[in-house]
């Protein structure tokens, strides 16, 4: 059973900047495609970034429309860990953060879909004021 703790939340200020980390373990197949979904209070489940492993060429990274160009999400396979390096933090980008994993195909492992894989963990919460 693929298991999913995240950390790294908290409070910021605008324009500042978090990393969140997710350790995955309990695994027997690492997931090849990971992300980061996000919820803030009233409003649905919005997908963030995913990452698609597995390619000769190297992993693909894809990123949902409000948050290219200021937040990274990357990988470190040593320590089984997914990251997410967030930027320019914007008030709207309070929410409860949740990393999440699945087993799919690389069109099917976008930002859009994250919300539904089939393992997440129990989220970090994330506050920007302004």
């Known amino acids: 059973q693929v298991q999913l703790v995240e950390s790294g939340g908290g409070s910021v200020q605008a324009g500042g900047s978090l990393r969140l980390s997710c350790v995955v373990f309990?695994?027997?197949?690492?997931?090849?495609?990971m992300g980061w979904f996000r919820q803030a209070p009233g409003k649905e489940r919005e997908g963030v970034a995913t990452i698609y492993t597995g390619e000769p060429g190297g992993d693909s990274s894809f990123y949902g429309d409000s948050v290219k160009g200021r937040f990274t999400i990357s990988q470190d396979n040593a320590k089984n860990t997914l990251y997410l390096q967030m930027n320019s933090l914007k008030p709207e980008d309070t929410a409860m953060y949740y990393c999440?994993?699945?087993?799919?195909?690389?069109?099917?492992?976008?930002?859009?879909?994250?919300?539904?894989?089939?393992?997440r963990g129990q989220g970090t919460q994330v506050t920007v004021s302004s």
């Open positions: 309990g695994y027997t197949y690492s997931p090849n495609c």
């Open positions: 999440a994993a699945d087993f799919r195909l690389k069109y099917d492992c976008s930002p859009r879909s994250s919300p539904v894989f089939t393992y």
